[in-house]
């Protein structure tokens, strides 16, 4: 038996804008290759990265969905069933929406693969494939570890994939996270963490977990025992880690070099409106936490969303300017995004405000990195160009040159400023 996993790509993106440099290995993909007790029974194709063989033989095919790829995702599922292929759908989008996910496969999974795998398969080979398979919700399992093989020969970012915790117990009003995991943080068992770094002989990794920081005290004794294995890690963080110093210093000495970090505003009120509470508490700017960042010598990876109702074109410009000002190593202005389930889709709803039909993740029309409803202070139109300009602004070489010339991070030591030029090579090759 022969099982294709799919990641599939943004679909049609704005015309210029190509996103398939600087892709990074699907995680999700290679924990269900684990599953699979035969390794040669399963291969993957990356549409970011290369092209779907949609007419070569197999018997069923896996594929995982965002919103964001989710009109995608149900084009590529189309393909394979026309060929008579089953199709079985999982992951963020699936999960939130499994109405709207089942009308375009055979099977979906909500929830995560490892509880309901073998039982699936088993229905798989008897012909008995459920409609809907509901894996009991939470940590990843134990015992569970990725099958990295799948990734060979394909031209990811030198940096592994890997999973300490899933969750966040914040509850911001954009974000998918909360909703999903239901304000939730669970870390998976450490000696698994420990045990895949030494097996896979990980060395440079991203964490991708939702917020590494959200249980301390865990992550703590992580690090502790991380230290040893001498690696290079980043992950995404929320900024009131810059309170606790002790786990400051274990991240720096377990090898840390840089967070992304959810700015998301330099307005209070927006961050209020946000519900972003780690960073309102005693709201300076950042004043404070950026210097906290810079005196461990972090890399700064900074994300603001855009298009809030607070937002004007003279807001968003400021936060480029504050961006380039403090000198992230990178920075991203995403457009706001209504995703399905949150508290920010259900008031632009109510509002009447969302464009395309209620439903830009399954619109033809829709494209990657447009807005998809009507701001407050400017027009859906000013705000997808705005998004632009930013990333144009930011990565321009006036400001790629301004921001390397911090000696406390991006130009600390030889490692950084090579991954500093790296990677906003490829970002300004992207998105100007
Ligand atoms: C790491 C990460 C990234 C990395 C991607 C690294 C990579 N490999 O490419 C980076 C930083 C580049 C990134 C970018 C973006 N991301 Co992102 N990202 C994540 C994050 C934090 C973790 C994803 C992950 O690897 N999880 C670990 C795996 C093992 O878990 P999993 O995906 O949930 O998979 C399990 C189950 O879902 C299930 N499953 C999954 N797929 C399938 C398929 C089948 C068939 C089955 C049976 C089961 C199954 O089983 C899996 C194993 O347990 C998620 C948050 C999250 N929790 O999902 C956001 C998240 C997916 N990202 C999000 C967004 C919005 C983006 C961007 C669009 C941001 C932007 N505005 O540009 C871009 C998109 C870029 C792109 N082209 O893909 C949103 C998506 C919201 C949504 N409703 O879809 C999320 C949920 C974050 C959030 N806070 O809301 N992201
Ligand atoms: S802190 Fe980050 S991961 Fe947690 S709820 Fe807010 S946006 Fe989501």
């Known amino acids: 038996m022969k099982i294709t996993l ?5 679909g049609n993106l704005i015309t210029g804008y190509n ?20 390794p040669d029974e399963v291969i993957m194709y990356d549409e970011r990265i290369e092209k779907i063989p949609f007419d070569e033989p197999t018997d069923l095919v896996c594929i995982t969905v965002d919103s964001f790829s989710a009109y995608r995702s149900y084009k590529i599922s189309a393909e394979f069933q026309s060929r008579g292929i089953k199709v079985i759908l999982g992951g963020m ?20 693969a490892e509880p309901v795998w073998n039982q699936m398969i088993k229905d798989f080979k008897e012909s008995n494939l459920q409609k809907i398979y509901h894996a009991p919700f939470g940590l990843p399992q134990e015992g569970c570890f990725p099958n990295r093989d799948i990734f060979k020969g394909k031209k990811y970012l030198p940096v592994s994939m890997l999973q300490f915790s899933r969750g966040c117990k914040f509850n911001c009003s954009f974000c998918s996270v909360s909703q999903f995991f239901n304000h939730s943080h669970t870390c998976r068992k450490m000696e698994d ?35 040893p294995l001498k690696v290079k890690w980043a992950s995404q963080s929320s900024m009131d880690l810059t309170g606790d110093k002790e786990l400051m210093k274990l991240m720096a000495d377990s090898g840390c ?3 992304l970090i959810g700015f998301e505003s ?39 969303m855009i298009g809030n109702d607070f937002d004007n074109l003279d807001t968003i410009e400021k936060t480029v300017e504050f961006a380039i000002k403090n000198k992230f190593t990178l920075a991203f202005f ?23 039909d209620g439903h830009w993740w399954n619109h033809p029309d829709y494209r990657y990195n447009q807005a998809s409803f009507k701001p407050k202070l400017m027009s859906a139109n000013q705000l997808s160009d705005a998004a632009v300009k930013a990333n ?23 490692v950084n400023i090579m991954i500093y030029s790296r990677l906003n090579y490829i970002i300004r090759k992207t998105s100007t």
């Open 6 to 10: 799919i990641k599939p790509s943004l």
């Open 19 to 38: 996103i398939a440099e600087g892709s990074m290995e699907p995680l999700q993909l290679a924990i269900i290759a684990g599953l699979i007790l035969k």
């Open 93 to 112: 989008h699936a999960s939130l929406l499994p109405d709207e996910a089942s009308q375009h496969a055979d099977s979906i999974v909500v929830g995560d």
């Open 193 to 227: 963490v420990l045990y895949e770094i030494e097996k896979d002989k990980l060395k440079t990794i991203l964490f991708v977990d939702d917020n590494m920081v959200s249980n301390k005290a865990e992550l703590k004794v992580f690090l502790k025992e991380l230290i």
């Open 257 to 259: 070099i840089g967070n």
């Open 266 to 304: 330099i307005n209070i009120n927006t961050l209020k409106w946000f519900n972003k509470s780690p960073n309102i508490k005693n709201f300076d700017n950042y004043k404070k936490e950026l210097e906290i960042f810079r005196d461990y010598g972090f890399l700064t990876w900074a994300s603001f």
């Open 334 to 356: 995403h457009i706001l995004m209504p995703y399905p389930g949150t508290e920010v889709y259900n008031q632009f709803k109510s509002e009447g405000r969302l464009l395309y």
């Open 392 to 414: 144009k602004d930011f990565y321009s070489l006036s400001s790629i040159s301004q921001r390397l010339f911090d000696g406390k991070t991006n130009f600390r030591n030889l």
